[in-house]
């Protein structure tokens, strides 16, 4: 059977369509048209980016869609095999250092990160939930320094009013006349 890398460019060229073109039809970056056209699968981070890609160029290009994703099935299962098989090669060789070395990349705990801020959150508003309801509930925490009782239950009032009052001569009428 034709591979179907050279069915997709078989094709297009029919057609007397650029990969451009192509691309501008099906809304496929051409760097992945170009991929399909040269059965470099390994360029997809999934097999299903491979197989929509090739179903939406085979409709664009009126290509028998049954027998295109035939043979990227058969395709793909061979690649998975071939895949397996390399797997089963390496795994026989001996462990060096480099193969030992812990791998590169970083992935932050996001998750981890997000529930201990979630409980942070909690932890706060039980502790001034637990300290509303203790103030609340204590009349000897009700009562200000003078003796008499908070209007609104756990918020200390402190008396302010003496510390408004101005000396009425140091306000003078700065406007010119």
Do not use: C
């Amino acid at each position: 059977m034709v591979p179907l890398r050279k069915q997709l460019k078989d094709a297009r060229e029919k057609r007397n369509l650029t990969i451009q073109q192509v691309a501008a039809l099906t809304n496929i970056k051409t760097e992945h048209i170009r991929a399909l056209e040269e059965g470099n699968y390994a360029f997809f981070s999934a097999p299903i980016y491979i197989r929509g890609f090739a179903r939406s160029i085979a409709i664009a290009l009126k290509m028998d869609l049954l027998s295109v994703m035939g043979q990227l099935d058969i395709e793909l299962s061979e690649q998975r095999q071939n895949l397996k098989n390399a797997d089963l090669h390496k795994s026989s060789e001996p462990l060096t250092t480099s193969t030992l070395s812990p791998d590169k990349s970083f992935h932050f705990p996001w998750k981890w990160v997000s529930f201990s801020f979630f409980g942070l959150i909690l932890s706060i508003l039980a502790f001034f939930t637990i300290r509303y309801f203790i103030h609340s509930s204590d009349p000897k925490l009700n009562t200000n320094s003078s003796g008499q009782s908070n209007p609104s239950p756990g918020i200390i009032l402190k008396d302010y009013s003496g510390s408004l009052d101005l000396p009425t001569n140091t306000i003078t009428n700065t406007l010119p006349e």
